[in-house]
């Protein structure tokens, strides 16, 4: 498992690099790597462990060979873990391990990314390997909200961007039903005001 081989997927702001090492038909792991590091931290792990699998060490956003995110983009813990959802989705993976190495402090760690993705996609993770780590902390009260709030976040961004832009023209009353519909805290004047700005007038609408 020495010899490796470099992937890219490719993401809205540029591509997410990884590492792979052995057979693609092997049992896939994903490997996560800690704050400010990056794919190259598994270069000496991953020929320690067993053959019959096939490793996937990413380069999150901003890290090794990845793209960095547009500037003045943050990057906050629920993006990165998208990214692993994208990394999945790229490979065709339906269920897998997930292996993430920190350095120690779980609140600013991989590992925190990889209980989260855990904790939002249970269907798809057989084995969650966690080193250096303290795990994913919540409050058991915040638990349900959390979960269901933040898949749905990344569903739907990953929905959108698996399809096409296709910019919809609406009269000017369909597209003041439309903005109501989504804001209900709006009246018709409020949502017209705001449509003088937040529309833009086309040919066909």
């Known amino acids: 498992l020495g010899m490796f081989t470099e992937l890219k997927f490719l993401v809205p702001w540029g591509h997410v690099a990884a590492k792979a090492w052995g057979h693609s038909e092997g049992h896939p792991v994903l490997c996560l790597h800690g704050w400010l590091d990056n794919a190259n931290t598994f270069d000496k792990l991953i020929p320690l462990l067993p053959r019959d699998c096939y490793y996937v060490a990413m380069d999150f956003s901003g890290h090794g060979l990845s793209s960095h995110r547009p500037a003045g983009c943050p990057y906050h813990f629920l993006d990165y873990v998208t990214d692993v959802r994208r990394v999945v989705a790229a490979l065709q993976w339906r269920r897998f391990t ?9 609140s600013c760690s991989c590992c925190f990314i990889s209980p989260q993705f855990c904790f939002l996609y249970p269907e798809m993770v057989d084995k969650l390997i966690l080193l250096e780590s303290l ?21 739907r961004l990953l929905s959108l961007e698996a399809k096409p832009p296709t910019p919809k023209a609406r009269s000017p009353e369909a597209a003041l039903q439309r903005l109501l519909e989504a804001n209900s805290h709006l009246t018709a004047e409020g949502g017209a005001i705001l449509l003088q700005r937040g529309a833009t007038e086309t040919p066909a609408g």
């Open 98 to 106: 997930l292996m993430g190495h920190s350095m120690g402090n779980f």
């Open 135 to 155: 795990g994913f902390l919540l409050a058991p009260e915040d638990t349900e909200a959390w979960l269901k709030s933040k898949r749905k976040v990344i569903d």
